[in-house]
C-alpha cells in the first residue's frame, strides 16, 4: 500500500513538472529589435551591407547570432547612383512570424507586418537588449512607403543616397516606432512611413527627432 501510493505520489510529481517545462521555454526567440545605438555617421550606414552587418553584430552582442539579421532598409532605383536597382524592405525580412526581445509578436508575417494590426508601438518596439527605445529619437531610419516598398525612382532623394550619404544633400524617409504624432493623419503615425528628414547629417536627421536608429529583422 505504501509502495503503490509513493508511486501515485512520484508519477504525479513527474506529470506538473511535464506540465511545468513548457512554460518555461515557450519565450518566441527574438527576430526584431530596434538598433540601441546608430552609427554615428547620419544617414550613411555604410549601404544596406553596412546596415545588416550592424544589425548582425547587436543581435551577436545580445546572444542571437545564430539567425541572420537583415536592416529594414529599401534602395532607391535613382540614374547616378551606384545602385540602380530599387530594393524593397519587405522582401529583405523573410516571411515571420517576428517577435521582440521580451517574445511579444510583433507580426506573423509580411501582411500582417504591414497591415493597420501589426505589433509595433511605444511598449514593444525594444532594442536588442529588451530596452525600450527614447522617445526622443522617435523618427527611425527607413526610406520606405507604407506598404513596405521603395519610393519612385521619380521621386527625389528619400534614401539618402542608398544609405551612403552623410551630408545636407537628400533625405530619408522614417517613420515612428512609437505611433506619436501631432498630426492626426494615418500616414503621420506609421511605423515605417511618416516623414521626410531635413537632410542625411547627424544634425539634420537629428532635427525632428532621429539618432540613425533603425528596424533590424531575422529572415
Not at 511545468?20 to 515557450?26: D, M, V
Not at 519612385?152 to 517613420?175: F, H, I, K, Y
Request: aromatic residues 6%; charged residues 15%.
Amino acid at each position: 500500500m505504501r509502495i503503490a501510493l509513493g508511486a501515485s505520489i512520484a508519477a504525479a510529481a513527474a506529470a506538473v513538472a511535464g506540465c511545468a517545462a513548457p512554460n518555461e521555454t515557450a519565450r518566441a526567440p527574438m527576430g526584431f529589435f530596434v538598433t540601441s545605438v546608430g552609427l554615428a555617421n547620419g544617414a550613411d550606414l555604410g549601404g544596406l551591407a553596412g546596415a545588416d552587418a550592424h544589425c548582425q553584430r547587436l543581435a551577436a552582442q545580445a546572444g542571437a547570432a545564430e539567425r541572420t539579421w537583415r536592416a529594414y532598409l529599401s534602395v532607391q532605383a535613382r540614374a547616378g547612383l551606384e545602385l540602380p536597382k530599387a530594393v524593397d524592405a519587405r522582401e529583405r525580412i523573410g516571411k515571420g512570424p517576428w517577435h521582440n526581445a521580451a517574445g511579444v509578436l510583433i507580426a506573423g508575417d509580411v501582411e500582417h507586418l504591414h497591415g493597420p494590426r501589426n505589433g509595433i508601438n511605444a511598449d514593444t518596439a525594444l532594442s536588442e537588449r529588451g530596452t525600450r527605445t527614447p522617445g526622443a529619437l522617435h523618427d527611425i531610419l527607413t526610406g520606405t512607403r507604407i506598404d513596405g516598398t521603395a519610393p519612385s525612382s521619380l521621386d527625389a532623394d528619400m534614401t539618402c543616397g542608398n544609405w551612403t550619404r552623410s551630408g545636407e544633400q537628400g533625405a530619408a524617409l522614417v517613420g515612428h516606432f512609437d505611433r506619436a504624432s501631432a498630426i492626426r493623419e494615418a500616414w503621420a503615425t506609421s511605423w515605417n512611413s511618416a516623414h521626410l528628414t531635413r537632410g542625411c547629417s547627424a544634425a539634420a536627421i537629428k532635427e525632428l527627432g532621429s539618432g540613425g536608429l533603425f528596424y533590424c529583422f531575422a529572415s
